[in-house]
C-alpha cells in the first residue's frame, strides 16, 4: 500500500504542479547551521557563461572528446545567477563550485580523445586562478554577492596531486612528486603513497624535507612579474608557522590564501583518503587561522560565529560506516583530522527505501556515532557513474528524499531542472558533466514544475534547521507523517511533514508536536489550518504538507 500511495503521489505532482514563484515566510531568519545545509554543488565551466571573452585561453583549442573541452562557464556566471536571486529562490545557502585555480595549458589522451582539465582538478598553478573561470576580483565579487545573499561558499580544493604531463605542462620535480606506483587500493599504503591513475603526479604530501620552489613556478613568477610577492609571502608563512619548508605545506599556504583574503568560509576537500589524514589536521589548523584573520579584518563582513568548515571527499565512505573509513588494513577517523562533515556515498543506495526507513537510519546514526559531526548527503555527482535517478525518471521522489534526509544536502546542478545524465557520444563521467540545461527552463512546463517543487523543498529546509539536524518521530495514521525537533542553546524549532496524503482535503493527527489552538502554514500550499483535537483539517491541491507554525 505504502508504495502504491508513493507512486500516486508523484504522479499527482507531476499533474498538479504549476509554475510558481518560490515561497515567502514572514519569520525570522533562521541560525544557519552547516549540519542542516542545503549546498549547491557546480562545476564551474559548465554553468552559466558570465564572460564570453574568457571562453579560449593558452591556445586549447583542440578537438577532444565530447564534452571534454572548456565551455565558458565562468566565475561571472555564478555570480550573476547570485544576483538574480536563483540560489536563493532555491534555498540554498552554501555553494560549493569545482577548482577555479590554473589548470595545465596542454590536454591529454585518456582513450577517450582529448581532454582539457576543465573540471579544475589539474593544477598547474595553486597561487592564481584560471583565466578560462576568471579573476580573484571575480571570485572576491563572488564571495562578497554570495554573503550578501546569506549564502556561504566552498570552495574544492586539492593537494592530492598536481595536473597530468603534457607536451606544454612539465612534471614538477622529484623532490615535489612521484609518477609511480598507481594505486591499488587494497590497503592503507597502496591508496596514499601512490598515483591516483596514470600520469597524475601525486604530491610527496608525507614528507618534511624542506624542498625549493619548482622551476616552473619560479620561471612563471618571474615572467608574469609575481616572483618577489610570492616569495615574500611564502618567507613569512614559514617564519609564523615554524613548518619545514615540505611540499605540503607550501600546498597549505597558497590555499588558505583565499581564505584570509576573500573570507572563503569552508574548503570540500577532494581525494581525501588518499593524502595522510594528518595532512588534513594541518590544513584545517591554518584555514581556522586564515579565516579569524579575515573575520577580524571585515568586522562588518562576518556572517555568524560558525568556525571554518571542512567537509572531505572519502571516496565511498558511507553514513554507515560511522566515524570510521576502513581501508582494510587500518581504520581512519577522519573526524579528528578537521572534518565537520564527509560526503555521503550512501544515500543513493538508502534511497532505495521507504521514507521511514532512510529518515530512522540518518536520524539515529547522527545522535549516536556521528553526534557533533555531521554528512553531506546526495544522489547525484560529477564523478558518479551510478547516481539513484540516472534516467531521470524519479525526479520528485529524489528531491523530497535528498531534501528531507537528517543531514546535510547536496544538490547537483540540474537536478534541479532533470538535465539529463545521459549523453550520447560521451566516455565515462563526461555524461555527468554537460551544460546547465537553462534552455529547458525557458521552454518546458515540466522543468519549470519541477523546480518549484525544489524551490519549495530547499526553502522549507533552509528555515528550518530542524528538518537537518533535528530529532525525526514517525506519527502514525494512514498518510506517511513525521515530525523534526531541534533544540540547540536558545533556539529551537519544529516542523510536521506530512507525504503520501489524499489531494483535496485531508485530516493530519499532529501528535504531541504542536499544541491545541496552534495555527500551521503549509509551505508548499501557502494554505493554513489550527490544531483542533491533535489534528489539522487543510485542502490543498497537493500530496505533500510541509507544515510550520505562524
Not at 615540505?246 to 583565499?258: F, G, H, N
Not at 538508502?350 to 544522489?379: C, P
Request: proline share 3%; charged share 25%; net charge negative.
Amino acid at each position: 500500500m505504502r508504495k502504491l500511495l508513493t507512486l500516486c503521489f508523484f504522479v499527482l505532482l507531476l499533474i498538479s504542479c504549476k509554475k510558481e514563484t518560490a515561497p515567502t515566510t514572514t519569520k525570522a531568519l533562521a541560525p544557519f547551521f552547516w549540519e542542516a545545509s542545503n549546498v549547491y554543488f557546480l562545476l564551474t565551466d559548465r554553468f552559466n557563461n558570465g564572460d564570453t571573452s574568457n571562453d579560449i585561453n593558452y591556445n586549447r583549442t583542440k578537438e577532444t572528446g565530447k564534452l571534454r573541452n572548456f565551455m565558458g562557464g565562468d566565475i561571472k556566471g555564478i555570480t550573476q545567477k547570485i544576483k538574480d536571486g536563483y540560489f536563493t529562490d532555491l534555498g540554498i545557502n552554501a555553494i560549493w563550485f569545482s577548482p577555479v585555480v590554473e589548470q595545465i595549458h596542454g590536454s591529454v589522451d585518456e582513450g577517450t580523445g582529448n581532454t582539457y582539465g576543465f573540471h579544475g582538478y589539474w593544477t598547474k598553478d595553486w597561487t592564481q586562478l584560471d583565466p578560462n573561470f576568471g579573476t580573484k576580483a571575480e571570485l572576491s565579487e563572488l564571495v562578497k554577492t554570495a554573503h550578501e545573499k546569506g549564502i556561504r561558499i566552498l570552495m574544492d580544493v586539492v593537494i592530492n596531486h598536481t595536473g597530468p604531463v603534457t607536451e606544454v605542462d612539465p612534471a614538477w620535480e622529484d623532490n615535489w612528486v612521484r609518477t609511480s606506483p598507481k594505486c591499488e587500493y587494497t590497503n592503507y599504503e597502496n591508496t596514499t603513497s601512490c598515483t591516483l591513475v596514470e600520469n597524475l603526479p601525486d604530491i610527496l604530501t608525507h614528507s618534511d624535507i624542506p624542498v625549493e620552489l619548482p622551476q616552473q613556478l619560479l620561471q612563471k613568477w618571474e615572467a608574469d612579474g609575481s616572483l618577489e610577492k610570492e616569495i615574500v609571502s611564502l618567507n613569512s608563512f614559514f617564519e609564523r608557522t615554524g613548518y619545514p619548508k615540505a611540499p605540503r605545506y607550501y600546498i597549505i599556504k597558497w590555499l588558505t590564501d583565499y581564505v584570509r583574503t576573500l573570507g572563503i568560509d569552508g574548503f570540500r576537500v577532494d581525494t581525501t583518503k588518499h593524502v595522510e589524514e594528518t595532512v588534513w589536521a594541518d590544513l584545517y589548523k591554518e584555514a581556522s587561522i586564515a579565516f579569524n584573520d579575515w573575520k577580524a579584518s571585515h568586522p562588518k563582513e562576518i556572517l555568524d560565529d560558525n568556525p571554518f568548515f571542512m567537509v572531505g571527499e572519502v571516496y565511498n565512505y558511507s553514513i554507515s560506516s560511522g566515524r570510521n573509513y576502513d581501508f582494510g588494513d587500518k581504520k581512519v577517523d577522519y573526524f579528528n583530522h578537521g572534518f565537520s562533515s564527509l560526503i555521503n556515498f550512501g544515500l543513493k543506495y538508502d534511497a532505495q527505501n521507504d521514507y521511514e526507513q532512510v529518515f530512522t537510519k540518518y536520524d539515529s546514526i547522527l545522535n549516536h556515532e556521528l553526534k557533533g559531526r555531521s554528512v553531506l548527503n546526495y544522489l547525484t555527482s560529477h564523478d558518479d557513474g551510478g547516481p539513484f535517478d540516472k534516467k531521470r525518471e524519479k525526479t520528485y521522489e529524489a528531491a523530497t528524499k535528498l531534501l528531507l534526509t537528517p543531514g546535510a544536502s547536496q544538490v547537483y546542478y540540474g537536478d534541479e531542472l532533470a538535465r539529463s545524465l545521459e549523453i550520447e557520444g560521451t566516455e565515462g563521467d563526461a555524461t555527468l558533466r554537460s551544460f546547465m540545461n537553462w534552455e529547458d527552463l525557458e521552454n518546458n512546463s515540466e522543468t519549470q514544475q519541477l523546480l518549484a517543487h525544489y524551490q519549495k523543498l530547499g526553502i522549507f529546509r533552509k528555515n528550518h534547521p530542524a528538518i537537518g539536524m533535528g530529532r525525526h518521530q514517525m506519527i502514525p495514521q494512514i498518510a506517511y507523517v513525521f515530525s523534526r525537533t531541534l533544540k540547540t542553546g536558545s533556539y529551537s524549532d519544529t516542523v510536521l511533514v506530512a507525504l503520501d496524503t489524499p489531494v483535496g482535503i485531508k485530516e493530519i493527527f499532529t501528535g504531541n508536536t504542536f499544541t491545541e489552538g496552534t495555527q500551521l502554514k503549509d509551505i508548499y500550499s501557502g494554505h493554513t489550518a489550527i490544531v483542533e483535537d491533535g489534528k489539522i483539517s487543510i485542502d490543498t491541491e497537493f500530496s505533500i504538507l510541509l507544515l510550520e507554525e505562524l
